[in-house]
């Protein structure tokens, strides 16, 4: 596929109004996406588990206009209200995949919007808002071609969330995507994520993802900041040749349920994408003292115990503590024990895998 794929051919009747709805997921990373080319490409491929307790639930009412206007026309609520600031990441995100969706000019639309997860937890909302609203917008294309094939609709879907943030493009479905051309992945693609082809052993079925909320305030660098810094990056080159080393290994890695390689992989690439903010120029630094007393706890706990627990990062100070369902008694008690301590106001969310976005029953 290519981009010319997702540009609608035929022409259609618009429909004169109507609504839809989609709850998406949160996903994490195992090999991280850090860097990007131009409209959303990524530098390196990677990989993530699709979370199911973070999630956003989004409804899209559309109403044809008398006449197609040059300006998108929209009214945001979020959590009820309306929400101004978010405006412009909507102008933006339209604007990027109005060749796709022509009709975004020729209706008014209202979006609901909802997170399941606390608002300003210092998790990131753009994976699951910016999933949710692509699959409302092809619910709609699919409801004027309903001749649309399902494979068609989730690529197109995960396309167009890739344009408004690119791992969201990751989160449609379950349980494991990836996302970018990887040599040794069939079916791979820089323009939207797939389904993980090969085989995973069972010991991934039903992992832990306990998110310790260290920091809740706003991160002082964006993501589309960090990504950025990585043109000139001193180590790029070496970075992304690594993605997509890990990438390779993470397929044995799933096929044989080895948790101590996934575990080396897992919190090598977390490192790793900490260590591109830290040798950027300017640099930065997202973790805090509490991120690493966090780590030294995993990493003492799991020599003294013998568990597969282990840590992952996003572009931020909160710590993913990830494991397997057959120790979630012991690693469970850990962090309660010994890990809580160290979150803003004791707050911490219980996710796992989950198996992507579901329709919303909105007429
Ligand atoms: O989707 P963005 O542009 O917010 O970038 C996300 C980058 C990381 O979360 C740090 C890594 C990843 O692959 O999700």
Redesign the pocket.
């Known amino acids: 596929m290519t981009e010319k794929d997702f540009v609608p051919s035929a022409h259609y009747d618009l429909k004169e109004e109507g609504k839809v709805g989609f709850k998406s997921p949160s996903?994490?990373?195992l090999?991280?996406?850090?860097g990007?080319k131009k409209n959303q490409i990524p530098a390196n491929p990677?990989i993530?588990f699709t979370l199911d307790a973070c999630a956003t639930k989004t409804t899209l009412a559309f109403k044809k206009l008398k006449s197609r206007g040059t300006n998108f026309t929209f009214d945001l609520l979020f959590e009820g209200k309306p929400k101004p600031s978010f405006a412009p990441k909507i102008e933006t995100f339209f604007g990027r995949i109005l060749t796709y969706v022509p009709f975004l000019l020729d209706y008014h639309f209202v979006i609901e919007t909802s997170n399941s997860f606390p608002h300003s937890s210092g998790i990131?909302s753009?994976?699951s808002g910016m999933s949710a609203l692509a699959l409302c917008i092809m619910e709609i294309e699919k409801e004027l071609n309903p001749e649309m094939t399902d494979v068609y609709f989730i690529q197109k879907a995960s396309f167009l969330a890739r344009l408004g943030?690119?791992?969201?493009c990751?989160s449609l479905q379950g349980a494991i995507i990836q996302w970018g051309a990887h040599a040794a992945t069939e079916g791979s693609s820089n323009l939207y994520g797939i389904k993980y082809p090969y085989a995973v052993h069972e010991i991934f079925k039903n992992y832990h993802d306990t998110i310790l909320l260290v920091d809740k305030g706003e991160k002082q660098v964006s993501?589309?900041v960090?990504?950025d810094l990585m043109h000139n990056h001193p180590f790029a080159d070496q970075r992304f040749a690594q993605a997509h080393k890990n990438l390779t290994k993470l397929k044995s890695v799933f096929k044989s349920g080895n948790l101590e390689e996934f575990i080396k992989i897992v919190e090598s690439e977390a490192l790793t994408?900490h260590a591109m903010m830290m040798t950027s120029y300017p640099y930065f630094i997202l973790m805090k003292p509490n991120t690493l007393e966090i780590i030294n706890k995993i990493w003492a706990f799991r020599e003294r115990s013998g568990t597969h627990v282990c840590f992952t990062l996003?572009?931020g100070a909160n710590v993913h503590v990830l494991y397997p369902e057959n120790e979630k008694e012991a690693v469970y008690q850990f962090i309660k024990n010994e890990l809580v301590v160290y979150c803003q106001n004791q707050q911490y969310i219980c996710d796992r895998i989950g198996f992507g976005a579901k329709r919303l029953n909105v007429s």
Do not use: E, P
Request: charge should be positive.
């Open positions: 996903n994490i990373a090999v991280k996406y850090w990007k990677s993530s990131a753009s994976a943030s690119g791992s969201a990751r993501s589309t960090g990504h994408l996003d572009a």
